[in-house]
């Protein structure tokens, strides 16, 4: 939970309240990320015919055809780990903004330039306790999914729909955040 200044919350599960109004819609459909169709990381519209529940699929699709490996390597197992405890109960498209926030902080120039230096800034995750994380069960299907949507987010490949953001916090919360709103997944907002 961040403390001294606007970052990286982790709030226990609850029921999301609304949020203040403004002109940034909540995003109706969680799973409407967009594919990317190179490394790079611009974003690649998907066409209007294509239905939320399509890129859903799509996006369910490269989670399961991600390699699975016992032996991460350590930038991608922090940002694995962020997502894990961050939203693994949220849809993939929301555990998915959650590790492109993370990306995009690495790159950013404002914060530590790798994954785990993101996660281990101090005062940024809750989770994150004596500067390690709590222990996950490695043999759940949310930790495959952490780890699959860790793979996407580094790579690249799939976008979110709040793409750039940097800061993000459970919704049910109201900080006083001077930040540019950029939407809502589930039970997170998000900002750049």
Not at 54 to 62: D, G, I, M, T, V
Request: hydrophobic letters at 40%; glycine letters at 8%.
């Amino acid at each position: 939970m961040t403390r001294a200044a606007p970052g990286i919350n982790q709030l226990p599960q609850a029921l999301a309240q609304p949020v203040a109004k403004d002109p940034v819609p909540v995003i109706d459909q969680p799973d409407a990320a967009e594919p990317v169709t190179s490394n790079t990381d611009s974003a690649n519209s998907a066409p209007a015919s294509d239905p939320a529940p399509a890129r859903a699929l799509a996006l369910a699709s490269l989670v399961a055809s991600q390699p699975q490996s016992s032996d991460l390597p350590r930038e991608l197992n922090c940002l694995a780990g962020a997502i894990y405890f961050e939203a693994k109960s949220e849809s993939l498209s929301g555990q998915l903004a959650v590790g492109r926030v993370i990306v995009a902080r690495s790159k950013s120039g404002r914060f530590p330039n790798s994954y785990c230096g993101v996660v281990f800034q101090p005062s940024q995750f809750s989770f994150v306790r004596g500067g390690g994380m709590p222990g996950i069960a490695r043999g759940s299907q949310q930790w495959r999914n952490a780890v699959a949507v860790a793979q996407i987010a580094h790579a690249g490949s799939w976008h979110s729909p709040v793409e750039g953001a940097l800061y993000f916090h459970a919704a049910r919360v109201s900080p006083a955040w001077r930040l540019a709103r950029v939407g809502r997944i589930e039970n997170h907002v998000f900002y750049r």
